[in-house]
């Protein structure tokens, strides 16, 4: 027991100095640990949502890239508006996919012709004519989404687990970027042009390509 006290009596005031007075150049108690990653400065909202805003168009392209073929991608948008929000008139979905109203007209046609669309008459008005999704356009956009879910699926399953879930935490955010492009598109298509010439004037301006990328 003496021998103890002597130990615990001569050890004590060492610990308290070297908590006092650390090693130059060692960790200091309660300190970052060498070796450990220095968090960096905060990052603004404004350079958040523009590295969101990269990372989701190059998913963009990789989906792009890595889908089907055999429809063009504006017609692929166009079934996909019709499947979202039902028939539309041809002049909703000249606006929507940003192409001129002729363009828009011929790209129906070909759908009609592969059964995937069709056109009828508008119930509430027998002079307004609606293009509207067939059973077979469905099932083709459908199955379009899950191939492309699929390609992302494999990915994902790459990923570390942590990554996975941050992931997942994200798809309700995801999801809703995508309602609000619907809404945009959608009054951007009830909203009347400002001259006759307004639909063309933006067509000629972005290009098809835009409507591709929807």
């Known amino acids: 027991m003496h021998l103890y006290s002597l130990g615990y009596s001569y050890w004590m005031p060492e610990r308290d100095a070297a908590e006092r007075d650390p090693v130059p150049g060692g960790p200091v108690p309660g300190g970052p640990v060498p070796g450990d990653p220095v968090p960096g400065p905060p990052v603004s909202r404004e350079e958040s ?17 890595n889908g089907p073929r055999e429809i063009s991608l504006t017609a692929a ?3 996909a508006t019709l499947d ?4 539309r008139r041809l002049t ?19 759908l009609e012709q592969a059964g995937l669309a069709e056109r009828r008459p508008d119930p509430s008005d027998k002079r307004v004519v609606l293009v509207a999704l067939t059973a077979a356009g469905a099932d083709y956009i459908h199955a379009r989404r899950r191939a492309g ?66």
């Not at 004037?201 to 290009?207: L, Y």
């Open 149 to 214: 879910a699929r390609s992302f699926a494999d990915l994902i399953d790459k990923l570390p687990d942590e990554e996975a879930a941050t992931l997942a935490a994200a798809v309700s955010a995801l999801n809703r970027l995508r309602e609000l492009d619907s809404d945009r598109m959608a009054a951007a298509a009830d909203r009347p042009p400002s001259g006759p010439s307004d639909a063309d004037s933006t067509s000629h301006a972005q290009g098809a390509g835009a409507g591709d990328m929807a």
């Open 92 to 110: 909703d979905l000249a606006m929507i996919q940003r192409v001129t109203q002729p363009s828009m007209s011929v790209l129906v046609t070909g």
């Open 49 to 65: 949502r523009d590295a969101i805003g990269e990372a989701l168009y190059g998913l963009v392209t990789l989906a792009v890239r």
């Open 84 to 87: 979202r929000t039902g028939a």
């Open 77 to 79: 948008s166009t079934l």
